[in-house]
């Protein structure tokens, strides 16, 4: 590079060696690696708006489009050496159009605007641009969710409540519990960027300027929104940042434990969840191990995409309500590893879903071993012997004592039950053994349970409904907005065109 800073004297020209490469060298490759289409659409958006409300004359607009489209053909960022001749993207690119058109046209650009509004334009275009891509692999987990949800909403598994077996349920509505998590997870991401697409730009450094500049006209060829309403709001608002942060955590904060339960899960002593095996690694040294790994490698990177995104927040803490570099360059840069790491976690996600297998022999013995429908089996006596719940609940676990004392199973516990029947009532149930086997079943445990937001088939259709409905709203709220942020992009295009066809 040999360009200098248009500020510098002799004696300022470079800064200290030290400053420059522990702090402008990676500023200046964080903003060449995140930032350089952003920089020239923000150039080329200012000109046509400072060209449409007559702030520059229609020649000093042409020359300096020209000068823009030659600095984008002739400089490669990729080839650049930082040497510290310029202290960051923007003066390079300022020096280049100077050294172009000359000092006083190229000037010109910077009418009406600062590296304040600059900076917080470009942040929150790459906020919302790797915030549709984390959105567009979450709804690919949804999309797997669901399908997998209706292939298996017959499919009885067991439930877990601190850590033990609870009851029966089938694995669609243990993933519609995990679907709604993920939808609301959804709908905070999008608030998030509804935030981000609110435009800085026309703030300048605080209060924004005595130029007559069209702050929604800007706003709109960027393709955002609408502009950001308060000035000051512009360069110290950061709950743009937090916000988007602050929803990226909890989307993986929840995914998280869903993940774990597929740990615990797959264990050998639970063995309900069948990992096919494509996402199987052998042991090196033990050739009967069949070791699920992408469990654990989406679980740590979700824990790794959490603590990134945490400190997104955890940066802006006790900061001024001000602009202030804490919010700026370098943490944008260390906060887009979330989404790195993020996106990976929600693609092998949404794969291992999909592919997931309930091992019905596991279900079975495990069901048969923890006596989990004895619940209905107490309903079921309140209802046909009408009794309490209370006294039906006694006679119930008697029953379940008995079963596992004689190592048998609930179905199986016929005599039990009515041994402990007549010792609380006096008197036979009425039940037969083929009404006994039926209400200890699992099947009709989640058969009856056909109440709004249940297991049983009505219930579960429902739910089914309502999750493609948010998803396919989800997707139309994207296309609607990647639409119209085209037709923007287009539209900078062909009014910048004009002006540089204007020469």
Not at 5 to 34: K, N, Q, S
Not at 357 to 376: G, H, Q, W, Y
Not at 413 to 430: N, S
Request: net charge negative; aromatic share 8%.
């Amino acid at each position: 590079m040999s360009l200098s800073d248009p500020r510098a004297t002799d004696e300022t020209r470079f800064p200290d060696p030290v400053y420059r490469d522990t702090v402008l060298a990676p500023l200046f490759d964080g903003a060449r690696a995140h930032h350089v289409d952003g920089f020239r659409r923000i150039d080329r958006a200012h000109l046509v708006m400072l060209a449409e409300t007559g702030i520059v004359t229609p020649g000093t607009a042409a020359a300096i489009a020209g000068a823009l489209e030659a600095i984008d053909s002739e400089v490669d960022p990729a080839g650049l050496t930082y040497t510290g001749e310029v202290e960051d993207w923007f003066f390079l690119v300022e020096a280049e159009l100077k050294k172009r058109v000359g000092p006083d046209t190229g000037g010109w650009l910077h009418t009406g605007r600062s590296r304040n509004d600059i900076d917080h334009t470009l942040f929150k275009m790459s906020l919302k641009a790797h915030l549709d891509r984390l959105m567009a692999q979450a709804r690919a987990v949804l999309a797997a969710l669901i399908g997998t949800a209706r292939r298996e909403r017959g499919t009885i598994i067991v439930a877990y409540t601190h850590g033990q077996p609870a009851q029966p349920t089938t694995l669609g509505h243990y993933l519609g519990a995990a679907i709604e998590v993920l939808i609301r997870d959804i709908e905070r991401l999008e608030t998030a960027r509804a935030t981000c697409d609110l435009c800085s730009m026309g703030a300048a450094a605080i209060t924004t300027t005595g130029f007559p500049i069209d702050r929604a006209r800007m706003a709109h060829l960027l393709g955002f929104a609408a502009p950001q309403r308060n000035s000051y709001s512009c360069i110290a608002a950061v709950d743009y940042t937090t916000g988007a942060y602050s929803a990226v955590e909890l989307l993986f904060l929840h995914l998280g434990r869903l993940i774990q339960d597929f740990q615990t899960w797959s264990s050998f002593e639970v063995g309900q969840l069948y990992v096919p095996n494509a996402f199987v690694q052998i042991s090196s040294i033990m050739p009967q191990k069949r070791n699920p790994v992408p469990i654990e490698h989406m679980r740590h990177l979700a824990s790794q995409t959490m603590g990134r995104a945490r400190t997104m927040r955890d940066i802006m803490h006790n900061t001024p309500f001000t602009d202030m570099n804490d919010s700026e360059g370098e943490s944008h840069s260390a906060g887009y590893e979330a989404f790195a790491s993020g996106g990976r976690v929600l693609e092998l996600l949404a794969a291992f879903v999909a592919a997931m297998r309930i091992d019905p022999a596991k279900v079975d013995r495990n069901i048969r071993r923890s006596c989990i429908t004895i619940t209905e089996l107490a309903d079921t006596v309140v209802r046909r012997e009408g009794l309490s719940f209370r006294q039906a609940h006694e006679i119930a676990a008697a029953t379940a004592r008995a079963v596992v004392a004689e190592e048998s199973d609930l179905p199986s516990g016929y005599a039990a039950f009515t041994a402990a029947f007549e010792q609380a009532t006096g008197r036979a149930p009425g039940m037969d053994e083929a009404a006994f086997r039926e209400a200890a079943s699992p099947e009709h445990f989640v058969a009856v349970r056909d109440r709004f937001g249940g297991p049983a088939t009505g219930p579960m259709d429902e739910a089914l409904g309502a999750y493609d409905a948010a998803l396919a709203g989800f997707s139309a709220r994207a296309d609607a907005i990647a639409a119209r942020e085209a037709d923007a992009a287009a539209e900078l295009d062909t009014t910048f065109r004009a002006l540089s066809e204007a020469r």
